[in-house]
């Protein structure tokens, strides 16, 4: 099956920093990347989606400047989160797709904490 | 937006059957996915239905019916590894995104 991998698979961070995680598809090309947050206990929820060479569609209420999304490749798409907080802290789920695929392959995920 | 409702939790026995149902009501219904999760991880995929009726693969089993918003995960057998958070997502017409239930934690008990 395709595989998708994030790194770094968890960051400890001082507020007011900013954190890069990264999303690639392994063996398969990505037309479509999603980044998705999820709280403790809580389901996923869609941030932006991403397509390659295009700018990221976020979903509401995601402020598009404090977390910056990237697709520059096929197989690579960037989430950054500036200036981060506290109530920043997440885990952050990303999958990719390629084109008319049923299925989104999901990425093991980045735990997030900002101090 | 989408209303996708599926209950917080289930317990149930090893070697016993649990049935996850999801009630959904979106415009332009375009399929809906199963995904098991486990804490700390990202989910992985269970299964798919677009079309009404019973997809079964393995201990698994998702039902669809279109005309009521319903579907179902059956999972038989259960084995303490089965214990794990169920998302029910939805996926529009014209759009590859999925938007996600609550999820059911189910915990199987010896």
């Known amino acids: 099956g395709a595989v998708v991998s994030q790194h770094p698979s968890r960051v400890i961070c001082k507020s007011g920093t900013s954190v890069k995680i990264e999303c690639r598809s392994l063996?398969?090309?990505?037309?479509?990347m999603f980044w998705y947050r999820q709280f403790p206990k809580q389901s996923l929820m869609l941030m932006a989606t991403?397509?390659?060479?295009?700018?990221?569609?976020?979903e509401q209420g995601v402020e598009k400047d404090k977390f910056l999304i990237n697709h520059a490749s096929l197989t690579l798409s960037t989430l950054t989160v500036t200036s981060a907080h506290p109530e920043d802290s997440s885990f952050y789920i990303c999958?990719?797709?390629?084109?008319?695929?049923?299925?989104?392959?999901f990425g093991p995920g980045t735990r997030l904490t900002v101090l | 937006g989408q209303n996708i409702d599926q209950p917080t939790e289930m317990t149930a026995t090893e070697g016993a059957i649990v049935q996850i149902n999801c009630t959904y009501q979106?415009?332009?219904?375009?399929?809906l996915f199963w995904y098991q999760q486990h804490a700390g991880e990202a989910p992985t995929f269970l299964s798919y239905?677009?079309?009404?009726g019973l997809e079964e693969k393995g201990r698994f089993s998702s039902f669809l019916s279109r005309s009521k918003g319903y579907s179902y995960l059956l999972l038989k057998e259960l084995q303490m590894k089965d214990s794990a958070s169920y998302l029910c997502?939805?996926?529009?017409?014209?759009?590859?995104?999925?938007?996600f239930g609550a999820g059911t934690t189910v915990t199987v008990r010896a």
């Open positions: 991403s397509n390659e060479g295009s700018k990221a569609t976020y």
């Open positions: 979106t415009s332009g219904f375009n399929g």
């Open positions: 063996d398969f090309q990505a037309t479509t």
């Open positions: 239905n677009v079309l009404d």
């Open positions: 999958s990719a797709t390629s084109g008319g695929a049923n299925e989104q392959f």
């Open positions: 997502a939805v996926r529009l017409v014209n759009d590859y995104k999925l938007s």
